[in-house]
C-alpha cells in the first residue's frame, strides 16, 4: 500500500513541476495572459447575463422567452449567414505581413476587410427583412411576430465586428476586447431592468436586446481605429484594395472557406432552435433556450483560451517554430478538458437546485436537456484547439470538409430524434455531432501533430 502512495505521490509531483514549468516560457505566459483579460471580463458577463436571464425568463414566462428566442436565433443565423468572418483572415495574414514589415500590406489588408464587413452587414439586413414574413408562415407561428423579427434584423446593420476582432486580436489588445462583453451585458441588464420595473412587455425586451446589440458592436469599431492610430495605421482609409489577391495569394480562397465552414458551424449551432420553433412550440423552444443558456456557462470560461490562442499559433507556424506549435496545443487542450469535465460534473449535481432557485419551477424540466447539452460542448471544449490549429496551418478547406460533413450528418439526426424524443432529442443529436467532428479533425491534424516531419511554410 506504502509503495502505491509514493508511485502516486511522484506522480502528482512530476506531473505538479512540469505544469509549473510551463508558466516560465513566454508564449504560454502570453496565452494566458491574454486569456486571462479575456476571462475576467466573461466572468463578469456571464453573471450580468445569467441575471437579465433569469429575470427575463420569469417574466416573459416559457412561450413569450420561445418567442424572445426565436427572434434573437433569426438574427444571429441570417446576421452570420452572409458574414466573411473578416478576423481570421485579417490574424493569418496580418501576422504574416507584420512578420515581413511590410505596412502597406496591412494597411490594404485591413481596408480590405472593412469592405466586407459593410457589404455583407448591407446584404445582411436587406435580406432578413425579407425573408422574415416567409420564416414566420413556414414555422406556423404566429404573423404578429414578423414586426419583432423585422425590428432586431436592423442590428445586422451594425455588425461589423470582423475587422475590428482582427485588429484587436492582432496586436494582443485582449483588454480592449475584453470590455466588450461586459459594456453590452450591463446596458442589457440595466434595460431588463427597466422593463420589469415599469412592466414592459416583450416588445421591450426585444428593444432592449437590439440596443444592446449595438452598443456592443459601436464599442468594437470605435477602440479597433483608436488601435490603428496608436500603431500609426490610421491612414488605411487612403489604401487601394485593388490587387489584394496578388498581395495576398489564396486570400479569397481562406475568406470564402472560412466563410461558408463558419455558415455551415452555424446551422449546426442555431439550426436546433429553428428546427424545434417548427415542431413544437413557442413554450418548448422556451425551455431549449433556457437550457443552452446554463450549458454555455462552459463555453464562456473556456473561450478566452479559444480567442487567444488563435493568433499564437499562427505566429508560431509563421515562425515556423513547429515543436512550440505542438506543445501549445497539448498543454491548452490539458487544461480546458479539466475545465470542463469539473463544470459538467458540478452542473450534473447541483444543476437541479441552481434552475429552480433561479428561473423557477416553470422551467425545470430544462435541467435534464441542458445535463445532455452541457455535455456535448464538453466534448467541444476537449478539441477547442482543432479549428484554431487547422487556420493557423492555412487549411480552411480540410476544415470545411470537416465541418460539412459533422453539420450533414448532425442535420439528418436531428429531424427524428426531436420528432421522437422532443427537445431532449435535439441535445442527444448535439452530442453525436460533437463526437464526429471531433474525430474528423483529429484524422485530419494527427499527422501534424509529429515534431519530426518537416513542413514547408504555409
Known amino acids: 500500500m506504502l509503495v502505491y502512495i509514493r508511485r502516486l505521490s511522484a506522480f502528482i509531483s512530476t506531473v505538479s513541476s512540469r505544469i509549473s514549468g510551463w508558466f516560465q516560457e513566454d508564449i504560454f505566459r502570453r496565452l494566458l495572459l491574454n486569456a486571462g483579460k479575456l476571462l475576467s471580463a466573461n466572468g463578469i458577463a456571464a453573471v450580468l447575463g445569467v441575471v437579465g436571464t433569469i429575470l427575463t425568463a420569469r417574466i416573459l414566462g416559457p412561450e413569450n422567452y420561445g418567442i424572445l428566442a ?10 452570420r449567414l452572409v458574414s466573411f468572418n473578416a478576423w481570421q483572415a485579417i490574424i493569418k495574414y496580418g501576422s504574416e505581413a507584420i512578420e515581413d514589415g511590410n505596412r502597406d500590406r496591412l ?7 472593412f469592405s466586407l464587413d459593410a457589404s455583407s452587414a448591407v446584404v445582411g439586413t436587406a435580406l432578413a427583412i425579407l425573408l422574415s414574413g416567409w420564416v414566420v408562415a413556414l414555422l406556423g407561428w404566429d404573423a404578429a411576430i414578423r414586426s419583432l423579427l423585422i425590428l432586431y434584423s436592423f442590428l445586422i446593420l451594425f455588425r461589423w465586428s470582423g475587422t475590428p476582432i482582427g485588429i484587436l486580436r492582432l496586436f494582443d489588445r485582449f483588454d480592449l476586447l475584453s ?3 461586459v459594456i453590452s451585458m450591463t446596458v442589457r ?5 427597466w422593463c420589469v420595473w415599469t412592466g414592459q412587455g416583450l416588445y421591450e425586451f426585444v428593444l432592449v436586446y437590439l440596443i444592446t446589440g449595438i452598443v456592443g458592436q459601436l464599442y468594437l469599431l470605435c477602440v479597433s481605429l483608436w488601435e490603428l492610430q496608436r500603431q500609426q495605421i490610421g491612414n488605411f482609409v487612403t489604401s487601394s484594395i485593388r490587387g489584394v489577391s496578388r498581395n495576398f495569394a489564396g486570400i479569397w480562397d481562406y475568406m470564402w472557406t472560412t466563410n461558408v465552414n463558419s455558415t455551415i458551424r452555424l446551422v449546426s449551432r442555431e439550426a436546433d432552435e429553428l428546427i ?21 456557462i462552459l463555453p464562456m470560461l473556456a473561450d478566452p483560451l479559444y480567442q487567444s490562442i488563435y493568433p499564437e499559433l499562427t505566429k508560431l507556424w509563421a515562425a515556423a517554430r513547429r515543436k512550440e506549435f505542438v506543445s501549445l496545443i497539448k498543454r491548452t487542450t490539458l487544461l ?3 475545465v470542463a469535465m469539473s463544470g459538467w460534473l458540478g452542473f450534473l449535481l447541483l444543476g437541479q437546485l441552481i434552475i429552480q432557485l433561479t428561473v423557477g419551477t416553470a422551467f425545470q424540466e430544462a435541467y ?11 466534448i467541444s471544449l476537449c478539441g477547442f484547439s482543432l479549428q484554431p490549429t487547422m487556420l493557423a496551418l492555412g487549411l480552411p478547406r480540410n476544415s470545411f470538409k470537416v465541418q460539412l460533413i459533422a453539420t450533414i450528418l448532425y442535420l439528418l439526426l436531428l429531424f427524428p430524434v ?7 432529442g435535439a441535445a442527444v443529436a448535439y452530442v453525436l455531432y460533437y463526437l464526429i467532428w471531433t474525430i474528423f479533425m483529429l484524422w485530419y491534424l494527427w499527422p501534424y501533430f509529429n515534431t519530426g516531419v518537416t513542413y514547408g511554410k504555409s
Open 179 to 181: 470590455y466588450t462583453a
Open 276 to 296: 424545434i420553433a417548427g415542431l413544437t412550440s413557442p413554450a418548448a423552444l422556451g425551455l431549449f433556450k433556457v437550457a443552452k443558456q446554463f450549458s454555455r
Open 107 to 113: 494597411q490594404q489588408l485591413i481596408k480590405f476587410g
Open 336 to 338: 480546458v478538458t479539466m
Open 418 to 424: 426531436v420528432a421522437w424524443l422532443g427537445i431532449v
Open 70 to 79: 426565436l427572434v434573437l436565433a433569426y438574427e444571429g443565423t441570417v446576421g
Open 368 to 378: 435534464g436537456i441542458a445535463v445532455i447539452y452541457m455535455f456535448a460542448l464538453v
Open 189 to 193: 441588464l440595466l434595460g431588463i431592468i
